[in-house]
Nanobody, 119 residues
Framework: QVQLVESGGGLVQAGGSLRVSCVVSGIRFSRNNMGWYRQAPGKQRELVAGILSDGRTDYSDSVTGRFTISRDDAKNTVYLQMNRLKPEDTAVYYC?????????????WGQGTQVTVSS
């Protein structure tokens, strides 16, 4: 059973940067596609970035050019580098195993990591 542990969130000013991480266990990480999702208060969870096992990536329009998803197969970890953050990026960020680049997800959700961007 896949286990997902997100970390690295925090409070940052608008325009700043933050990197969140997700350590994955219970699966052959290198063979799986991964995605980062976020859920803001009162809104549905949305996919912001996906990465295939071969390293190809895809992003939602709202984060293209600002966020970068990457993976380290030796560490079973997927990262999301977030630059030029905006207050509307405030959300709980989650990772998950996904089908293709845009889901659906294959695992249960972890606890997520809170990202708060102040204006």
């Amino acid at each position: 059973q896949v286990q997902l542990v997100e970390s690295g969130g925090g409070l940052v000013q608008a325009g700043g940067s933050l990197r969140v991480s997700c350590v994955v266990s219970g699966i052959r990480f290198s063979r799986n596609n991964m995605g980062w999702y976020r859920q803001a208060p009162g809104k549905q969870r949305e996919l912001v970035a996906g990465i295939l096992s071969d390293g190809r990536t895809d992003y939602s329009d709202s984060v293209t050019g600002r966020f970068t998803i990457s993976r380290d197969d030796a560490k079973n970890t997927v990262y999301l580098q977030m630059n030029r953050l905006k207050p509307e990026d405030t959300a709980v960020y989650y990772c998950n195993v996904i089908v293709g680049l845009r889901g659906p997800v294959l695992g249960s959700w972890g606890q997520g990591t809170q990202v708060t961007v102040s204006s």
